[in-house]
């Protein structure tokens, strides 16, 4: 396999990439002076290297693809020019596809350094160490590993598991394991996550919370693997999410629109983010605003190639008049001000129907000089509490199509006072699929929840996306802020009918080719 033989990750490489870190987060020693004999010898050596994953080896996944697979495969939003990204709004991804290979590549990259860590760690740390501290860190190391499996689960399905990348210089063909076998194997590491991490600490990092609150989104979609949702998985996740809600003492940001603010960076909802410092260089940090925002007056110079890129008729079709907080924050309409974009130039007034999460603006709006078009200062949270609220509704919910659950009702109606919505009394398995699209909008998870439907409903998810066809909804439009018309605009793309097998995406042809293997039909890892 050659691109995973590629990522047999020394600790030298582990440690370079802590050069990416924002300074406090946690400083660094000379890398000239680190050696796999001196190194790992302190709690703070521990606490450094795991620092260095919470950002850059995520990169290749967060400069496009997290958007690109997440919302516009699943009809949140559509870029009609790039030949890969209409492949993704057509259905009919290929093997070639680029944006398969990168995510692929990013995900084999995040498990050999937390695979090359892992093993380090445990050989090389000496008893004068505190165990919780040794603890500690394998958790960080295994909440990040099974993070990037549980993408790869719900992208790929059945994948191979590596735990030691060095196994691959003697063996580097590798079979795919089981789908159940690569849950298994996520749980595995989040259950000990849940078990090492502390109830709190600074700001960014991973706690116990931060693992149940995973625990119960991979057992929420374990749940329907085997084609009916098992009672067991539905209870262990409607089980860690209670135990995140009712235990953490974290809370809602009163404010949905400050949750994509700089300075609101890892607040009181925030479960798991990346750690993005500014001025870091192109490769290193976070470039969503640069490819996403629609003009080069809100962001450094040099960005604001998101012009071509906008919502679908059929996301914003969700939106009522009552839930303009979120669907201001979320994308913007021809018209709508926002005065914090270019705040010294009187603020931005949108010209057309673009993306705004994760738009955050200049140097200048977020006070922080060294920003660039590769390295916005924004973390972007990959897990934060509103997720885990709706997990356990739908965990609650169960095999049912509807319920007026009292505890159901409570955590839901949290999410939408939030957004300052009515409340309601009771709820459909579509509106809670609906609630977490507008909630999760651009931020990566549409997708991911039709995958999870098409788990144990495969009609009901390709309906789904058949409808955004049948409706003519998965297009951009343009919108008249003076008569409130919207107008679906064309683009002459031609959509293939989505079957079960449109939820499965290919394995990259470069894969394929390395490793033969990956064709062969799965196999237990147990």
């Not at 860590?117 to 190391?141: F, Q, T």
């Not at 159940?180 to 991490?197: M, P, T």
């Not at 009187?346 to 000089?369: E, F, L, M, Q, R």
């Not at 006072?417 to 009394?425: D, L, M, N, S």
Request: aromatic residues 10%.
């Amino acid at each position: 396999m050659k691109h995973i033989k590629l990522y047999i990750l020394t600790l030298f490489a582990a440690v370079i990439i802590l050069s990416g870190c924002k300074k406090d987060f946690l400083e660094r020693p000379p890398l000239s002076q680190i050696t796999t004999d001196n190194f790992y010898k302190s709690s703070s050596d521990l606490r450094l290297v795991t620092a260095g994953l919470y950002a850059q080896p995520w990169n290749d996944w967060n400069s496009f693809p997290l958007l690109a697979i997440g919302d516009i495969l699943s009809g949140n939003m559509l870029q009609p020019y790039n030949a890969d990204l209409a492949q993704l709004t057509s259905f009919a991804v290929t093997s070639q596809n680029g944006q398969m290979a990168t995510s692929w590549r990013c995900f084999y990259k995040i498990v050999a350094h937390c695979n090359t860590n892992i093993i380090a760690i445990n050989a090389k740390v000496p008893d004068s160490v505190p165990l919780r501290n040794k603890n500690g860190a394998l958790g960080e190391l295994r909440f990040l590993r099974a993070t990037a499996y549980f993408h790869l689960a719900q992208l790929w399905g059945a994948v191979p598991i590596i735990e030691d990348n060095t196994k691959l210089l003697k063996e580097p063909l590798l079979p795919r394991h089981r789908l159940a076998d690569v849950y298994r194997f996520i749980v595995n590491d989040l259950r000990f996550a849940a078990s090492a991490l502390p109830a709190r600490d600074q700001a960014g990092r991973l706690t116990t919370w931060s693992a149940q609150g995973m625990l119960a989104k991979v057992y929420l979609t374990k749940a329907g693997i085997s084609g009916s949702r098992n009672q067991s998985d539905l209870d262990s996740a409607a089980f860690y999410a209670k135990n995140v809600i009712n235990t953490s003492g974290l809370t809602l940001l009163p404010n949905y629109y400050n949750l994509f603010r700089t300075q609101f960076n890892d607040n009181s909802e925030s479960l798991f983010a990346f750690q993005w410092a500014p001025g870091v260089g192109y490769g290193n940090g976070n470039a969503i605003q640069t490819q996403f925002a629609p003009s080069s007056s809100v962001v450094p110079p040099g960005g604001g190639w998101g012009g071509a890129i906008g919502p679908t008729f059929d996301l914003d079709s969700l939106y009522t008049p009552q839930d303009s907080i979120r669907r201001k924050a979320t994308f913007m309409r021809t018209g709508d001000h926002y005065p914090e974009l270019n705040a010294a130039g009187g603020g931005y007034t949108a010209t057309s129907c673009s993306i705004k999460k994760h738009i955050v603006g200049t140097a200048a709006d977020n006070n922080s000089p060294s920003m660039d078009i590769w390295s916005s200062p924004q973390h972007n949270t990959v897990l934060r509490l509103a997720d885990v609220y709706l997990v356990y509704v739908e965990a609650l919910m169960g095999t049912n199509n509807t319920t007026a659950d009292a505890e159901a009702l409570r955590v839901f109606n949290m999410v939408r006072k939030r957004a300052g919505v009515e409340p309601v009394t009771s709820i459909t398995a579509e509106q809670l699929r609906n609630e977490r699209r507008i909630e999760l909008a651009f931020e990566g998870q549409y997708w991911f929840d039709l995958v999870r439907l098409s788990h144990y409903n495969p009609q009901a998810a390709i309906a789904v996306l058949n409808n955004q066809i049948l409706k003519n909804t998965r297009v951009q439009f343009s919108y008249d802020p003076a008569t409130g018309k919207k107008t679906r605009n064309a683009n002459g793309i031609v959509i293939t009918p989505p079957t079960i097998a449109t939820f499965t995406l290919p394995i990259p042809a470069t894969e394929i080719t390395a490793d033969p293997k990956l064709l062969d039909p799965p196999v237990p890892y147990y």
